[in-house]
């Protein structure tokens, strides 16, 4: 799915993509793990896998050397999923680690989650997720 840069970003920031998620779905590396997670949203709701993948740990459940299947699974859900908002709730930033507690709301309900970020080499990534009621 595109978008125009003028558009309100998919992350519900208030701002419009280009100020916003578009810099880092075009490479610029996110300063903290919200700006991620942020940008992680919106990638999913615009059917980014590339960028999903490349944000993912490979520790991570999901990761996969099997890019092609992994690629797939991605899309699959950006295509039958409706991204309605992004509530973040409680950020913990860190040197190294660092959580942000979210709820994104889909169509199918609302995710709360608290995820781990871990950054390597400088890059935020996506380490792990824990749902929670």
């Given at each position: 799915m595109k978008?125009?840069?003028?558009?309100l970003c998919p992350c519900h920031s208030g701002?419009?993509?280009?100020?916003?998620?578009?810099?880092?779905?075009?490479?610029?590396?996110?300063?903290?793990?919200e700006k991620l997670m942020r940008s992680r949203y919106s990638a999913f709701g615009l059917g980014l896998a590339e960028y999903i993948m490349a944000t993912t740990h490979p520790d991570n459940i999901d990761f996969s050397d099997d890019k092609v299947n992994w690629k797939q699974s991605i899309m699959h859900f950006s295509e039958n999923t409706r991204f309605?908002?992004?509530?973040?709730?409680?950020?913990?930033?860190?040197?190294?680690?660092?959580?942000?507690?979210?709820?994104?709301?889909?169509?199918?309900?609302?995710?709360?989650?608290?995820?781990?970020?871990?950054?390597?080499?400088?890059?935020w990534l996506y380490e792990s997720g824990k749902f929670e009621d």
């Open positions: 978008i125009s840069s003028n558009t701002k419009k993509y280009k100020q916003c998620c578009q810099p880092y779905h075009k490479g610029i590396l996110p300063s903290n793990a309605l908002g992004l509530k973040i709730t409680k950020f913990l930033d860190g040197e190294g680690e660092a959580f942000v507690t979210f709820e994104a709301m889909l169509d199918s309900g609302i995710l709360k989650e608290k995820s781990r970020f871990l950054k390597i080499e400088g890059k």
